[in-house]
């Protein structure tokens, strides 16, 4: 009687295992429609990588395609200079003198007065990573070698589908350039690309960030990136000593765009890059449980979007993600 009983318990157990992988890629395909749906207002395309640290499923959105990065590069940036630290090769409290030419915006130079002006290379990267600092950026590549030592330092790390190829003048002239070729020479300065910028129209805009999301220069997919921010984690990019100071510097940056989508108090690191029609952040956030939620939101050709409402926008995917882990644990579920 017990035999059979328990055999009758089998058979009626047994649909629901074989049923479970058709189940979790149910949800998961459900949920993948919900984060287009909430890119959709952006007239953009969503490019989204993310999986908890400690034992997650990959889920990702087109993510073996290439984005631009914008300054999300500045991260990878950071990285190689901190390697370089650590091998002796570069010192945080050496001071870096720089001239006005190298200038492409920010609060740095608002705050620095002089030409030719110096800081130590650890409040340059600072100023690169917590304010996104494009000067300071240009100035951390110059020390670092260039944006060739960058994409070295990844490959070292056996990352592909990312590459730092230009600074961030360089970004500005090849960006204003493609509406208004006759204006923006070679060496065109800070200031004439202000005046430019300031003459660019919603068309111009629209062309820029089209010819930008077709250029394979300063490019991630999404799962690279996302490999990347494990590394990190990890400590497998940086040691212990460099891994706390970028994670310090990381947490310190304003908490908008994914920062939206969390509960106020969660710890969020992460790095924003915004371009032509293009919105951008990259993370890792504390779940409730300890574990932690490593994730990229690009998003490209985003014409109909505005600063304000794609950081809108990359909440909500942000709060999407948030509730399928933290708040209904799918995690579990989509393993």
């Known amino acids: 009687m017990l035999a059979a ?8 157990v047994q649909p629901t295992q074989h049923n479970a992988p058709a189940e979790a890629g149910e949800r998961e395909a459900r949920f993948k429609e919900r984060l287009e749906g909430l890119v959709q207002s952006t007239g953009g395309e969503l490019g989204f990588a993310m999986r908890v640290i400690e034992g997650g499923k990959l889920v990702s959105i087109r993510g073996m395609e290439s984005f631009p990065m914008a300054s999300v590069y500045k991260f990878p940036i950071a990285l190689a200079m901190l390697a370089e630290v650590e091998r002796g090769k570069a010192d945080l409290a050496r ?3 720089f001239g006005r030419d190298l200038s492409c915006g920010g609060p740095m130079m608002e705050t620095l007065r002089g030409d030719p002006v110096s800081s130590t290379l650890g409040d340059l990267i600072d100023w690169m990573v917590v304010t996104s600092d494009n ?3 240009n100035v951390v590549l110059r020390e670092l070698g260039g944006p060739a030592a960058a994409t070295a330092n990844l490959k070292r790390l056996g990352i592909q589908g990312i590459r730092v190829d230009r600074n961030e003048l360089d970004l500005a002239r090849d960006e204003l350039r493609i509406a208004h070729p006759e204006r923006v020479p070679d060496n065109a300065s800070a200031e004439q690309l202000g005046e430019v910028e300031n003459a660019m129209t919603p068309e111009d805009w629209r062309r820029s960030g089209d010819a930008f999301a077709k250029d394979p220069r300063d490019t991630a997919t999404p ?6 921010l494990v590394l990190f984690h990890e400590g497998k990019a940086l040691g212990p000593g460099m891994t706390a100071w970028l994670r310090k510097r990381m947490e310190k940056a304003k908490p908008i765009r994914i920062g939206l989508g969390v509960p106020e108090g969660t710890q969020v690191l992460h790095k924003t890059g915004t371009g032509p029609q293009l919105f951008n952040d990259v993370g890792i956030v504390t779940l409730p449980d300890g574990r932690h939620l490593a994730m990229v939101i690009f998003i490209r050709r985003a014409h109909n979007a505005t600063m304000e409402s794609a950081s809108r926008v990359i909440g909500a995917v942000a709060r999407a993600a948030w509730e399928e882990y933290a708040v209904h644990g799918s995690v579990a579920r989509w393993r």
């Open 5 to 12: 009983m328990s055999a009758s318990c089998a058979r009626q």
């Open 95 to 97: 001071f870096v003198s």
């Open 135 to 137: 000067t300071a950026c």
């Open 223 to 228: 799962e690279a990136m996302l490999e990347l």
